[in-house]
């Protein structure tokens, strides 16, 4: 093989590396979410808002791209990361040693944990340690069903597809409580005089952006925006926003 040859082959080799790469990213960010999460992700009139879309949007103008979004049910959010059918998943995602296993996460971007919601008037219930042989509400795909399944084996779970049902369960009385995220579950209880959350929190937990983990670069992409907006004050701003005001 001749030197110009060689040449011409690796030039040939790095413009569809550098073609790949672009094919696998390009300028728009696919981004899945369970918009049922208020005040992280929900539907007003048909259009997509809250904290994490918020925050997904900003980092994609920071990062130079646009935002494609796909709503699904939040149980098909890691197996459709896994599956590539889009690029990342934003949607009150726990960060845990078992997701890392098949996806990527961004550096942790909101302080969370799992907490017990129940009836204003519920006297059986007053911490974790009431829990067992109750009926408690969790949304399907979610850490909750997990966490009571290896630490409360007792508890009778009622397994709904839409985090609304759950807290409805709650409201309506079919339940003795129900566990999720303690953010949402604030929110939900501000706007219901009729339950309450309880203080003695569950777990302490951080929510991440979960990426494929073909796409490292893309993790790398986003953190590096996560701090920018952050440092430039935006970040702050939303939180402000879906979080403290008003309280």
Same mark, same amino acid.
């Given at each position: ?80 990361? !896994? ?61 909750? !069903? ?13 397994? !709904? ?87």
């Amino acid at each position: 093989m001749t030197f110009l040859r060689k040449i011409a082959l690796g030039l040939v080799g790095a413009l569809a590396c550098i073609g790949a790469a672009q094919a696998q990213t390009g300028d728009t960010l696919k981004v899945a979410t369970d918009a049922t999460f208020m005040p992280f992700e929900f539907q007003v009139d048909g259009k997509l808002t809250g904290f994490d879309i918020e925050l997904v949007e900003a980092a994609a103008k920071v990062m130079n791209k646009k935002v494609e979004w796909t709503t699904i049910d939040f149980k098909g959010l890691i197996p459709g990361l !896994v599956a590539k059918r889009f690029d990342m998943a934003v949607s009150a995602i726990y960060i845990t040693d078992e997701r890392k296993k098949v996806v990527d996460f961004s550096d942790p971007y909101y302080p969370g944990g799992l907490v017990i919601m129940v009836k204003k008037d519920n006297t059986s219930i007053k911490g974790p340690e009431d829990l067992p042989g109750k009926k408690v509400s969790v949304q399907v795909g979610t850490k909750s !069903v997990s966490y009571l399944q290896e630490n409360f084996p007792k508890v009778e779970r009622t397994e !709904v597809e839409k985090n609304q049902e759950m807290f409805m369960l709650v409201e309506l009385g079919r339940v003795d409580a129900a566990v999720t995220g303690k953010p949402a579950a604030k929110l939900f209880a501000k706007s219901r005089p009729t339950v309450k959350v309880l203080d003695k929190q569950l777990t302490v937990e951080e929510y991440g952006m979960a990426v494929r983990k073909d796409l490292p670069e893309l993790t790398k992409e986003l953190n590096a925006a996560l701090a920018k907006l952050k440092a430039d004050g935006t970040y702050d701003k939303l939180v402000q926003k879906w979080f403290e005001a008003g309280n």
